[in-house]
């Protein structure tokens, strides 16, 4: 071959399938859109195609690492603000057991709500008296154990607090209890089917009844003003109220207030489907949750030690700002489509059974290689058979082959406690732990764990007693 034949080989472009991208009115475009798509190759040093290779696709990661750096950032901004803090880790969020001991191996205890929960945190080696629990639906056999445990229990309706001093008169024994309060702070929607009404006198009137018992002690209040919440001078409001509330039950009934539990519902730097703006101009930093929390509180208690009274211990039942980054899922294309409306669509083999908070958050699909061609609007279906499995409903992507994958993230909080058996198996989950080392936290699902709970009668054993049905398919011309 002479040289020039060599030059213009060299100087050749790589081939690049042709796409149509229509312009629509109102839409971003191509002149007024970045058209750079970054990818990501590892998780923590573990490159993605290994992992899909051994482990198969679609597929949870767990970063150890990030999981134990977010809860000691939270740990820090607290606990260098305030000076007694309690971290109760939220089973709600993620409750696979790997997740839950790292996070108490970091020191925090669990928050449960309900009878599954308890025994959860129980089975992992959780004491009693580290557990606390809330939730509107306790029944009378896990508040005797609770109550037997030396839990820490909240009190959510008066049915449950007459049960509880039932169980502790049988039990001739004094119960400390928490009742959950609801209020209006004024920035976010009152969650009031929760606990007693501040406002209404309600909550004062319960904890006159706490008082008069023989045994029951109210030693904690306990509130929950909602979840991603984004102004965090609704926390600061959300201390005031409370701290106004144990100020006059000491006042008037000589009770002594031992904590104070602000519950959760720090947001993540995930993207809201109803926020134009990007998380990181949106999210507030740990750091001034925690301050907006802390400067209220010490200027509501400083009070307390003159007086010979310790401050309330500052509870929180933080998940999803600790766990949600801290997870990923990586799901790879099966087929694409074109609709009729020109855009192209994509079949991933993940959807709304396992990515369940695809439905309030436009979580990023992030490219595992380098994609080449012009990035257009693309739909990102999952494998369902239903037309809500939407996993993204507009996303701009080069041309995807089938079996790239994309990473989506951030998913570390509710979908593993949310996410369905239903049409599809669930995929294993592994835990990238330190020096590199890959676990498998909870296995993949095959037909006998779907099934093993199912029963046959023998009726019903044979699915066609009178034989075969005759194949109408096969003779029809």
Known sequence: MDENNQMSDKNKKDWVKPTITPLRSGLLNKFGKSQNVGWVEDIDGIPITGLIEKYKSPLFVVSEKRLRSNFQRINRAFTSRYPHVLFGWSYKTNYLGAVCNVLHQEGAWAEVVSEFEYHKARSLGVPGHCILFNGPFKNRTILEQAVKEDAHIHVDHLDELFALEEIAQAANKKVDITIRLNFDTGYTEPWSRFGFNVESGQAMDVAWRIHSSENLNLTGLHSHIGTFVLEPKAYSNQVRIMCGFMDEIERRTGSIIKYIDIGGGFASLNALQSIYLPPEQVVPSIEQYAEAVCDTLLELTHEREARGVQ???????????????????????????????????????????????????????????????????????????????????????????????????SVGAYNNTQWMQFIEYRPNVVMVQKDKIVSVIRKAECLEDVTSL????????????????????????
């Open 454 to 477: 199912e029963s046959m009668p023998e009726t019903l054993k044979i699915p066609f007693p009178n034989g075969e049905p005759d194949n109408l398919l096969s003779k029809h011309t």
């Open 311 to 409: 401050r309330p211990v500052l509870v929180l039942e933080t998940g999803r700002a600790i766990v949600d980054d801290a997870e990923v899922l990586i799901s790879s294309v099966f087929a694409n489509k074109r609709l009729p409306d020109g855009r192209r669509a994509v079949v991933m083999d993940a959807g709304v059974n396992l990515l369940f908070t695809s439905f309030w958050y436009n979580h990023s699909a992030t490219p595992t290689r380098f994609l080449s061609g012009k990035p257009e609007e693309t739909v990102l279906y999952g494998p369902l058979c239903m037309n809500i499995d939407v996993m993204r409903n507009s996303v701009m992507l080069p041309p995807l082959d089938v079996g790239d994958a994309l990473v989506f993230g």
